[in-house]
């Protein structure tokens, strides 16, 4: 009985860790997603005002 206990902790630990993984990849995918939004509007905005680079 002994050893399940630990079987099972391991387990858990497992999951709990996957998990804090998947949130954590979630959390960067959004950033990246804003990052990429925020460079479309900014190159849609030098699009229709372009600058003089003289």
Do not use: H, R
């Not at 804090?20 to 699009?47: C, G, P």
């Amino acid at each position: 009985m002994g050893t399940n206990i630990y079987l099972l902790a391991a387990y858990a630990l497992t999951w709990v860790i996957l998990f804090a993984f998947i949130l954590l990849l979630l959390k960067k995918q959004k950033t990246l997603k804003d990052q990429v939004e925020d460079l479309k509007n900014s190159i849609e905005k030098d699009k229709k005002f372009p600058q003089d680079s003289a």
